[in-house]
Nanobody, 126 residues
Framework: QVQLVESGGGLVQAGGFLKLSCAASGRTFSTYAMGWFRQAPTKEREFVARIRWSDGRIDYADSVKGRFTISRDNAKNTVFLQMNNLKADDTAVYYC???????????????????WGQGTQVTVSS
């Protein structure tokens, strides 16, 4: 089992920034990838960003490119999401996701990840 603990959410004005953190613990000896998804009220959960552990490859959703940056601390099995120039549309619960191995699903699919954090609320006021 893998446990994910997120932190860093909060309330921020449009144009502001926040940094989310997600620490993985437990059976993390073979991390394949970690990423972030988000779910706004009345909407489905959507992919935000992910980083592949073996080579550091990074992928972003088009909606956050140029504003969000995903990074990692290998030694601490932690992934970060720096969110700049936040917009009201970024308001959502942000979930950390962990993939222990390659699932065969595209990285933007929820099924590509076996473990999920509890979520952290990000609210952007306009």
């Amino acid at each position: 089992q893998v446990q994910l603990v997120e932190s860093g959410g909060g309330l921020v004005q449009a144009g502001g920034f926040l940094k989310l953190s997600c620490a993985a613990s437990g059976r993390t000896f073979s991390t394949y990838a970690m990423g972030w998804f988000r779910q706004a009220p009345t909407k489905e959960r959507e992919f935000v960003a992910r980083i592949r552990w073996s080579d550091g490859r990074i992928d972003y959703a088009d909606s956050v490119k140029g504003r969000f940056t995903i990074s990692r601390d290998n030694a601490k099995n932690t992934v970060f999401l720096q969110m700049n120039n936040l917009k009201a549309d970024d308001t959502a619960v942000y979930y950390c996701a962990y993939a222990q191995g390659y699932s065969g699903y595209a990285y933007s699919r929820e099924r590509a990840y076996e473990y999920w954090g509890q979520g952290t609320q990000v609210t952007v006021s306009s």
